[in-house]
């Protein structure tokens, strides 16, 4: 237990004495608050919603800052409205051009957006220099197209377009009643959630065994072993990995949502899809991503043990990436489906369940008694995986030459025993 805790101790402060490490996870997390806070200092009311409530008067509009954009019409059938226009189209501002060349002519010289020429009741033309791929004006003017003829042939008719509307358009009040899990609105953080953990996985895997090859790769290993054993060293190694990870995740991962409560109200509520995760998801998702990070980086530094040089690493790691590429993709897939019988079998094998437990948790119907089943599960595969990748450990630290397939080790590792 000493030399686990030597170990432990200096790897942990390879981490922390890192300046890229401490200092990727500072930048990280300062950006994901400067992000959150921008709308108290920054009016995004274009884009929120919601006016800023700190930094500025926040009262200011495109009409009061004289920006508004400008926009031509030539009405050759008689049929616009311009009052609806200004509905339709907030922050424009219309008026009506001599004809077809006078709008032409100021749409290519910039001092127009764009210009519409109404050729007939339900026809039109769309002038613009340039048409950027957010362009909505056509479809928006369409609809008033619409409005338009609707306007003119009830006028025509005689009939109350109010009433036809009102009696086509009538409001429908629904008050739902949840009374499990909103799936929809979950969605979207599982997926994040998702993505995290397998990206902490891949990054923190791959950092483990590049730590095993190197200290092969520059024979510190033959010097390591005298001094403690490998065991150790596999145990040291990876729990330092995941204290470092997890370290590192939740300083970023916490001041993002900490950022996001505090700012809620500035950002209308509209990023609740992604940052506003119920505890009870959060606790899930630590407990479950550990878990499933702890297995993989036992099966990651065993890997990197069969190697002898950093270049051969990928060769290594190769069919363990399938597996975890495989995991990711199918876990992704079924989050349309969290009740379905493929996801509640792969929530209870250890390759899966980091991630598809919580999404279950998050999304669908789940007893207690599942959870704790597949938690246990986990925790005796951690076991064994560490055990078994120990064993791979003490058996490739000391060989050398080219990379030892994971077959021939298990045979030999067998033959040992």
């Not at 959630?193 to 095993?212: D, H, K, P, R």
């Amino acid at each position: 237990m000493k030399r686990f805790a030597i170990v432990l101790k200096y790897e942990l402060k390879e981490y922390f004495t890192n300046k890229v490490f401490m200092g990727l996870t500072v930048v990280l997390a300062l950006l994901g608050v400067a992000a959150l806070f921008l709308p108290r200092f920054v009016d995004m009311s274009g884009f929120t919603g919601v006016q800023v409530t700190g930094g500025g008067s926040g009262e200011e509009t495109e009409s009061d800052s004289g920006e508004e954009s400008l926009y031509l019409y030539v009405d050759q059938a008689g049929v616009l409205q311009e009052e609806a226009l200004g509905g339709m189209f907030p922050g424009v501002l219309w008026q009506e051009a001599e004809d077809t060349d006078a709008l032409r002519a100021a749409v290519e010289a910039q001092e127009a957006e764009a210009g519409f020429v109404i050729t007939g009741a339900t026809q039109y033309e769309y002038y613009v220099y340039n048409k950027a791929m957010t362009d909505s004006n056509t479809a928006v003017f369409d609809q008033a197209m619409k409005l338009f003829y609707r306007m003119s042939y009830s006028r025509e008719k005689g009939w109350d377009l109010e009433e036809i509307t009102a009696m086509y358009d009538v409001p429908i009040t629904v008050t739902e009643q949840i009374l499990n899990k909103d799936s929809g609105s979950n969605y979207w953080y599982c997926y994040v959630l998702v993505i995290i953990v397998f990206m902490l996985i891949v990054y923190y895997g791959q950092m483990i065994a590049v730590s095993v090859t190197n200290e092969k790769s520059n024979r510190a290993i033959e010097v390591l072993v005298t001094s403690t054993s490998p065991n150790s060293l596999l145990f040291g190694k990876v729990i330092a990995g995941a204290i470092g990870g997890v370290f590192q995740m939740g300083v970023i991962l916490g001041a993002v949502l900490l950022s996001y409560q505090l700012n809620r109200d500035q950002w209308g509520g509209m990023l609740d899809m992604f940052l506003h995760i119920p505890g009870d998801v959060l606790l899930a998702f630590a407990f479950f991503g550990l878990g499933g990070y702890l297995f993989y980086a036992f099966l990651y530094g065993a890997m990197g043990a069969l190697v002898s040089k950093t270049e051969d690493i990928s060769k290594s790691v190769s069919g363990l990436m399938v597996v975890v590429m495989g995991v990711y993709f199918f876990s992704l897939f079924q989050l349309m489906n969290v009740d379905g019988t493929v996801i509640k079998v792969l929530s209870f094998l250890p390759i899966s369940s980091y991630s598809t437990m919580f999404a279950r948790v998050a999304m669908g119907s789940v007893a207690a008694w599942e959870i704790v089943v597949s938690f246990l599960i986990l925790v005796l595969s951690i076991i064994g995986t560490g055990v078994l990748g120990a064993k791979l450990y003490r058996m490739g630290t000391l060989r050398y030459g080219n990379p030892i397939k994971i077959g021939t080790a298990l045979k030999d590792m067998r033959k040992s025993d």
